[in-house]
């Protein structure tokens, strides 16, 4: 099927920034004093908002650790974190030859913030790459499916024209909840049979498949 809109998820689904996620999450938890954090637990939140994600690893945190916390976190990924964080091999070309089709749009939902996002277009050169985008500080947090139901109204495509693709269950059942069709990456973050639970159109098991079947 030739879809007028490809919504992609950023972190683990373009980007390879799993690795920095995790270690910047474990610092600023040690900073705010909760205590260490696990990688699988960490790897298992992302995709939700900042917020979401804390409240999530660390049931019961009281409000003003919380916001230590996000500060912390926010710190170490702009400053102090050094991990490597690039895209994973082959995305740009291939995200170059979506765009050189007619009639197709391509748009970010992610989980990171307006800011974040902003400052890693800036770095990567890559926000030309896309005609909209929508983070979890500007509307609601995945699974909730707001931020597809805004770039559907801001791109004029009928939802059954579109497709979303991401790593998580966060990104497909977002997608499912409002009928759109669904693509699951499980280089990222998620375990196949928790993307399949979601009943994606697709599963990819690596760039070059996941653009093949984009492409069609």
């Known amino acids: 099927m030739r879809y007028e809109l490809i919504i992609f998820d950023w ?91 007619q009639h197709q749009q391509l748009a970010v939902a992610t989980g990171k913030s307006r800011r974040g996002l902003d400052r890693i277009f800036a770095e990567t050169d890559s926000g030309g790459w896309f005609h909209a985008s929508r983070t979890a500080d500007e509307t609601r947090s995945k699974p909730h499916p707001q931020m597809l139901t805004e770039l559907l109204d801001e791109l004029k495509v009928p939802v059954e024209r579109a497709v979303m693709v991401g790593d998580t269950e966060y990104d497909l059942e977002m997608a499912k909840s409002i009928g759109m069709d669904r693509v699951g990456v499980t280089y990222g973050v998620h375990a196949p049979a928790r993307l399949a639970a979601s009943q994606p159109v697709w599963m990819a098991d690596s760039v070059e498949m996941l653009f093949d079947w984009l492409h069609g």
């Open 11 to 101: 972190d683990g689904t373009l980007m390879d920034s799993v690795p920095k996620i995790v270690a910047c999450m474990q610092a600023a938890a040690i900073d705010a004093e909760w205590g260490a954090l696990e990688d699988s637990a960490i790897e298992d939140i992302i995709g939700l908002g900042l917020p979401e994600a804390i409240a999530k690893l660390c049931p019961g945190i009281a409000p003003y650790q919380a916001e230590h916390l996000r500060q912390r976190y926010a710190h170490h990924f702009v400053y102090g974190d050094t991990t490597p964080m690039s895209f994973f091999e082959g995305v740009g070309a291939q995200v170059a030859r979506l765009r050189e089709r």
